[in-house]
């Protein structure tokens, strides 16, 4: 493979060869903490929108923007290199339901914004932050009928994601992104547009951004939604040449380590990201899950003890005490030895 010139987290590649990174936590569980209410989604630019906006998170960066910006630097305390952009529905096909698909880029260049600026506010020479511009499913499948009586129909087609991507993709680019992170992948159509948009993009602009491709497996059968098994998902991704691939949500950690071990046999020549959710959902639970940063830090800590890992974090339900016990855990443990991702590094040194 030729090597990739990175122009934006070019030491990327160094640091997943001496540590293992950490990734943030859930960014909708530590929203539900602060309780807010339809009027701090509306703000007074929605105040009069027709449709009820409460849920819509990804709006927050416009109408609460202290509120992302001070979850970021939470993680950012807690540990975490990487942190994700506010922007898991902020598509047009997303924003759609709450009928402010033309919103799509503003949304996400002001997420990208928060996120790059909470990471230069903790970056140090030895430990920089990097904001990992976070490209979510979509709440449509370009594989999957709608209707059980008619298995042909579609809700969505190719182009119609493709173009909502590039969209997103070119206002997290302008925001200021460091790298992308096609996420929580149950249909790998809906990945795949993705995939092929941000190529465009980088295409077009010249830049060359880090991708980090991470699938959901979302039951005990050990494929994801679409059908597909981890290896067969790899086999499908890999052309966009990733600097990671993982998986994350759905499964807790404990229920995600056969199909993480799967992946990484089936990736041997790519860095491996997990960043599971906090168990089971547990409604009497103050974060709405199982488990406790020890346990889900000593369950991540286990996959980098296997040697497992070259990033880990949480999803849903983890909180900054989580990814302050992950990065507690993985830093007694090395990365994943790659030696082709090695060689690629030192090739692109030369």
């Not at 929108?49 to 992302?68: C, E, F, Y």
């Not at 969209?167 to 200021?176: F, K, S, Y």
């Not at 060359?208 to 994801?224: C, F, K, Q, W, Y």
Request: proline share 6%; aromatic share 8%.
């Amino acid at each position: 493979m030729k090597p990739i010139a990175y122009t934006r987290a070019a030491q990327l590649p160094h640091l997943m060869q001496q540590r293992i990174l950490v990734l943030d936590g859930a960014m909708g569980t530590m929203i539900q903490r602060y309780k807010l209410t339809e009027a701090d989604f509306r703000g007074t630019r929605f105040a009069d929108h027709g449709k009820d906006l409460k849920g819509n998170n990804d709006l927050l960066q416009l109408t609460r923007p202290d509120v992302i910006r001070e979850i970021h630097e939470q993680y950012l305390a807690a540990g975490a290199d990487l942190i994700e952009t506010n922007t898991f529905g902020a598509t047009s096909v997303a924003q759609e339901d709450y009928d402010l698909a033309g919103l799509a880029y503003e949304l996400n260049v002001e997420a990208a914004k928060l996120a790059r600026a909470a990471c230069d506010k903790y970056s140090t020479p030895d430990k920089p932050r990097f904001a990992a511009g976070a490209l979510g499913p979509t709440p449509r499948t370009a594989s999957i009928s709608p209707d059980v009586n008619d298995p042909g129909a579609r809700n969505v087609d190719f182009e119609t994601l493709r173009a909502a991507y590039y969209e997103q993709a070119q206002g997290l680019l302008d925001g200021g992104c460091d790298l992308f992170l096609v996420e929580t992948i149950f249909d790998t159509l809906n990945a795949k547009a993705a995939l092929f948009a941000l190529d465009e993009l980088m295409e077009a602009t010249g830049e060359r951004l880090p991708v980090i491709i991470s699938g959901t497996v979302t039951d005990a059968s050990g494929r994801i939604l679409s059908g597909q098994t981890v290896t067969a998902f790899w086999h499908s991704v890999r052309h966009a040449h990733p600097i990671a691939v993982g998986l994350n949500c759905a499964l807790g950690a404990s229920l995600m380590r056969p199909y993480l071990e799967e992946l990484s046999t089936a990736a041997a020549d790519t860095p491996i990201s997990c960043y599971p959710n906090a168990g089971l959902p547990n409604p009497m639970s103050d974060t709405g899950f199982d488990e406790t940063p020890e346990i889900t830090g000593r369950l991540v800590g286990e996959f980098a003890a296997r040697g497992l890992l070259n990033i880990a974090g949480g999803c849903c339900g983890t909180t900054p005490a989580h990814v302050a016990e992950i990065a507690k855990q993985v830093s007694a443990y090395q990365p994943r030895p790659n030696a082709l991702f090695t060689r690629w590094v030192e090739t692109a040194d030369a």
